[in-house]
């Protein structure tokens, strides 16, 4: 919901006091959520081109899952009718009741899975953001009198650091990376089902990928002046 900006009462007692207080701290204010706006498109549309992108990735392997649980229904089946072939006695079946490849297709879909969720969670928070910011600028101009605006925007901008909702909104790109690093996981996972080859290749590319960004994380935490980090590199 928008609020409507109020034209402010000048005639007010105190008004000169005010005035420079409101005028510097709004100005802090835009800058600051502008900032947050700017992080918060950039990760909807990050979050909204890769949850397509692991979509497509789930939906196909999901088939095989789907394979899979047709295949033990059939393994059932079989011991059942050896056992009613050989009487009471139970044998084994010559066909194993879990196949290795259902684990393994399982797994697969866990990462994506929990990938999808994390990039899903990532959207919602940036739009929340995105909604908090509008009203904590919205809200002291709604109202007219000078000396209750700046109270409404101490209050506001106290609370906002008392739940610390700064460090929600660092969390988000570290949620993000969360998510494509268990996307990779489950892709080698993937790749090392339908082909050995492309998983070794894939396999070089990922770890030289990894090393790449843990230098970028460390980087800082052994060079202060490093430019180069991670969302992670605030946690060390």
């Known amino acids: 919901?928008?609020?409507?900006?109020?034209?402010?009462?000048?005639?007010?007692?105190?008004?000169?006091?005010?005035l420079p207080y409101l005028s510097i701290s709004e100005k802090y204010d835009k800058d600051l959520v502008e900032g947050w706006r700017d992080d918060m498109d950039a990760f909807l549309i990050f979050a909204a081109l890769f949850s397509a992108s692991v979509t497509a990735f789930v939906i196909d392997s999901y088939k095989f899952l789907e394979q899979d649980s047709g295949s033990v229904t059939v393994d059932v089946l079989l011991q059942i009718s050896q056992q009613i072939a050989h009487g009471s006695q139970a044998t084994a079946a010559t066909r194993p009741m879990f196949s290795a490849s259902t684990t393994q297709y399982s797994t697969v879909n866990a990462f994506w899975f929990l990938?999808?969720?994390?990039?899903?969670?990532?959207?919602?928070?940036?739009?929340?953001?995105?909604?908090?910011?509008?009203?904590?600028?919205?809200?002291?101009?709604?109202?007219?009198?000078?000396?209750?605006?700046?109270?409404?925007?101490?209050?506001?901008?106290?609370?906002?650091?008392?739940?610390?909702?700064?460090?929600?909104?660092?969390?988000?790109?570290?949620?993000?990376?969360?998510?494509?690093i268990l996307f990779f996981i489950g892709l080698l996972f993937f790749l090392n089902i339908i082909d050995q080859t492309i998983f070794s290749y894939m396999m070089c590319f990922s770890a030289i990928c990894g090393v790449a960004y843990s230098l970028l994380t460390f980087g800082p935490l052994f060079f202060p002046g490093c430019p180069y980090r991670t969302p992670f590199s605030q946690l060390i």
């Open 1 to 18: 919901m928008h609020e409507s900006a109020s034209i402010p009462n000048l005639d007010e007692p105190g008004s000169k006091i005010w």
């Open 115 to 180: 990938s999808l969720a994390f990039s899903l969670v990532c959207a919602l928070a940036a739009v929340l953001v995105k909604q908090w910011a509008r009203y904590y600028i919205q809200a002291p101009r709604s109202i007219p009198s000078l000396s209750e605006r700046a109270r409404m925007r101490q209050f506001l901008f106290k609370n906002m650091q008392t739940w610390k909702l700064e460090l929600l909104v660092d969390t988000i790109p570290i949620l993000l990376h969360i998510s494509l």
